[in-house]
């Protein structure tokens, strides 16, 4: 292979299974020595990043605001002299994004809407001669959304997190986000996205100090009933030592996108979608599955070629060795296979019909169909939320949905001759579970003249 396209690794499937299709579970993560060694300075002695969240956590509980401005210096190197975003900034902000990203926002969180409103969402009564029974469907009263800042600022993710719970009715949405500046302000189009989409209560924190703030409030940052959106390992962390104090999404790992495509593809168009997807986080997963060995190295080749004129390319690279490669597989059936057991968050089809192949699949946070349906448009402005499964969560999980924002409750309205018809089932049952207040509170309404 030549030094071209050495970036871009090629296994046959067994190599492969035994590495980048291996599945690494969040309770099992290392971390680099850097890292290691930032958290023992900051905390005073080696620290892993579970208990350096739980400190986090702890500290924002008992100091509030206080702890957020701590923490914005000790970890952002960052001085805030209040956690909101002044209102002044969002009108600022607004003015200075240049008119082409205005529009494209705009159009981004139109198309949002219009998906997001076409899901089915609704509760029923049933009405029967022995009464009614039901479930009534019912917005969550608040919600955080999480937008992560990291290297690039995320406007798109305030717009896939926050327009699902506007159109499911949620009416106190507010948003987090780390001070992306070094005078400690939310970048400009972060600030844009939030004001296309209506919302005024955004705060300057970022991290664990963040999600432990919207789990439990602050002076400033409201608690909320559910947190949303995806952030780096210690957010993660956070939502899941929070969790059962506060609803979450899940627990979104790194991104990662599986392109299945055969001999037929173009190669320039595989790179380019593996290269965007590498291009996130060092961490990312960007996996070529083809039955054609061929293709594979055209599309090394390609990947080489391009990667030195990409802005990001040193986290590409790091990505690329870390969790990526190509996959040589028996034939696309067998690529089926194997996406089903990987179960990526995005599964791209560069094939001949690739309608033909969806019934083929059982296990994808999104499938892209065919070159013109490529996983960028669904960053940005496809539709639906790119706000997706991770680490082989689509198993179970489905992408962020208006679903995720309503709560369903119970209707059980039955008559009296119901209540008699019923209540000796039910007093068989509890005695069969020893609970016999239960049986004696079933019984007491076999005879009762209502």
């Known amino acids: 292979m030549s030094d071209e396209a050495a970036l871009l690794r090629i296994l046959d499937l067994e190599e492969a299974q035994g590495s980048i299709l291996a599945r690494h579970s ?24 579970e208990d350096a969240v739980r400190q986090i956590i702890r500290s924002v509980r008992a100091d509030g605001d206080a702890a957020l401005i701590d923490w914005a210096a000790r970890i952002d190197g960052v001085t805030l002299d209040a956690v909101a975003v002044p209102q002044d900034d969002i009108q600022r902000a607004v003015d200075a994004v ?26 029923w009564i049933d009405a029967t001669p022995e009464g009614s029974l039901g479930q ?29 719970a506007q159109v499911a009715g949620v009416k106190e949405i507010v948003v987090c ?17 939030a004001a296309v989409c209506g919302i005024t209560r955004i705060y300057r924190a970022g991290g664990a100090q963040a999600i432990a703030a919207m789990a439990y409030g ?44 055969d001999a037929d593809a173009d190669p320039a168009l595989a790179a380019a979608d593996l290269l965007a997807q590498a291009e996130h986080d060092v961490l990312a997963s960007a996996i070529l599955v083809t039955p054609s060995r061929d293709l594979a190295e055209r599309v090394a080749v390609e990947v080489g070629k391009r990667i030195e004129d990409l802005s990001r390319s040193e986290i590409i690279a790091q ?16 690529a089926f296979e ?80 119901a209540a008699q018809s019923l209540s000796e089932t039910a007093a068989v049952l509890a005695r069969a579970e020893a609970l016999t207040a239960h049986a004696a509170a079933a019984e007491a309404r076999i005879r009762r003249a209502y």
């Open 319 to 334: 990505a690329m060795v870390n969790r990526s490669g190509a996959v040589i597989v028996r034939d696309l059936p067998q």
């Open 218 to 261: 602050t002076e400033s940052v409201p608690r909320v009933a559910k947190i949303v959106g995806p952030g780096n390992l210690f957010t993660t962390l956070a939502k899941q030592q929070v969790f059962g104090d506060v609803g979450i999404d899940g627990l979104p790992g790194p991104t990662e996108t599986m392109v299945i495509a």
């Open 26 to 49: 969040l309770r099992d993560v290392t971390i680099p020595p850097w890292l290691s060694d930032s958290l023992a300075t900051l905390f005073g002695g080696p620290t892993t990043p």
């Open 338 to 417: 194997v996406a089903n057991e990987y179960a990526a968050e995005h599964l791209c089809l560069l094939v001949k019909e690739p309608w033909q192949w969806i019934g083929q699949i059982r296990n994808a946070g999104g499938i892209f169909l065919g070159e013109t349906s490529f996983e960028v448009l669904g960053d940005y402005v496809a539709g639906p939320s790119h706000v997706m499964p991770t680490g082989g969560t689509a198993r179970y999980a489905s992408p962020l949905n208006v679903l995720d924002f309503v709560k369903i409750t119970s209707v059980i309205g039955l008559d009296a001759a």
């Open 98 to 123: 240049p008119d082409e990203v205005w529009d494209a926002l705009m159009l981004a969180a139109e198309r949002i809407g219009e998906f997001h409103r076409k899901q089915p969402v609704h509760g």
């Open 177 to 193: 986000t780390p001070p992306g500046r070094p005078d400690g302000r939310v970048p400009d189009v972060i600030l844009a996205a």
């Open 136 to 164: 009534l469907v019912r917005p969550v009263d608040s919600v955080g959304v999480y937008v992560a800042g990291g290297t690039a600022p995320l406007p798109s993710s305030l717009l896939m997190s926050v327009i699902p």
